[in-house]
């Protein structure tokens, strides 16, 4: 019951047993409890890291109260949570720096690490070829929302070709996906076969790396089908790599659905409260969530109303007064 918090069936076990017979030492609940005498000290080892037991006058240990102990568990959470969320908008930040000077880059360039391709063809064909090579493994952020069953049907007999080779597949989508009966029936038959996909709210880049070694992403994040550049520099993948492992961390398996945190607040919700700190318009916000600008309009009037904001900037600002958004998200 326990076990997002951190307690595993054997140390919830434990800590019942010392709320219900106070006193009992080591011997006692190896007795009591049945188990080995290890596994009950590993088990106080971790109540004692979790700040769940203390030491009491006799020498002994004894239990924290729940009111204290939940309270103080819930609270470190909250902060893990909020930390979580600071470092994947730091990393967003430092993706969009990233993003932003290769953006200026022109064909002709010859830096080191870094390839041009000028349209849709030679994208397309470079990603066969580097999907073809792949050894280990394929990460990837998939921004646009929904896929259409037509380009489902074209990806599925590579997707299949290379988890029965034991390649690692892991993918990012949007939360709006879940509306997408399609794209969810897709990534079912992903998970199936051995395949992993999470979501986020909204992405910062459309990108593929393989082998963590090479990686694809557009010059222009508005025209992804115009031109793109194929990154090999290590120091580029380096980053790359840590971005996608970040987000990868905070996301959500698809079937776990609109989950609301502490606030009452789903993902998707959170983040249009940020947008809406930036200004941005609902066709730009739509865009980011991979939904329409309609509902994009619908989830910012629910969120002003809630506030009770007379305009989207206030909207974003009360969010932030309210604790609703770490301060970096409004940068």
């Not at 918090?5 to 409890?33: C, F, I, N, Q, W």
């Not at 709210?201 to 694809?216: F, G, H, K, N, W």
Request: overall charge neutral; aromatic content about 4%.
């Amino acid at each position: 019951m326990l076990g997002l918090l951190g307690l595993d069936s054997l140390t919830e076990e434990v800590y019942r047993a010392m709320l219900l017979h106070p006193g009992k030492g080591v011997s006692a609940l190896v007795e009591h409890l049945g188990r080995p005498e290890h596994a009950v000290r590993t088990a106080l080892d971790r109540l004692h890291e979790l700040s769940l037991v203390r030491p009491s006058a006799g020498n002994g240990l004894r239990a924290v109260e729940p009111e204290l102990g939940m309270e103080a568990l819930l609270a470190k959470q909250q902060a893990d949570l909020a930390a979580q969320r600071q470092r994947v908008e730091e990393s967003r930040a430092a993706a969009a720096q990233l993003i932003a000077q290769f953006s200026e880059l022109r064909s002709t360039s010859r830096q080191p690490g870094v390839e041009h391709l000028d349209d849709i063809e030679q994208i397309r064909d470079r990603l066969a070829l580097l999907t073809r090579r792949v050894r280990t493994e394929v990460m990837t952020f998939a921004p646009n929302g929904g896929h259409t069953q037509e380009s489902l049907d074209t990806a599925r007999p590579l997707d299949a070709e290379l988890l029965d080779r034991g390649v690692r597949m892991r993918t990012v989508y949007l939360d709006s996906v879940r509306n997408s009966p399609p794209t969810v029936a897709y990534a079912e038959w992903l998970a199936e076969r051995g395949g992993a996909v999470r979501t986020v709210p909204s992405l910062p880049v459309r990108m593929v790396i393989v082998d963590r070694e090479t990686a694809l992403i557009p010059v222009n994040a508005e025209e992804a089908r115009h031109s793109a550049v194929v990154l090999t520099g290590q120091g580029t993948l380096t980053a790359l790599c840590a971005l996608f492992d970040t987000v990868w961390a905070s996301a959500s398996d698809l079937g776990e659905g609109n989950k609301r945190d502490e606030s009452g607040l789903s993902a998707q919700e959170r983040e249009v409260l940020a947008f809406l700190y930036r200004g941005m318009t609902d066709d730009a916000i739509a865009k980011r969530l991979g939904v329409s600008p309609r509902t994009a309009r619908r989830v910012a009037n629910d969120m002003m109303e809630r506030l009770g904001a007379r305009s989207r900037f206030q909207a974003g600002a009360l969010a932030v007064q309210h604790g609703w958004l770490p301060t970096v998200q409004a940068r």
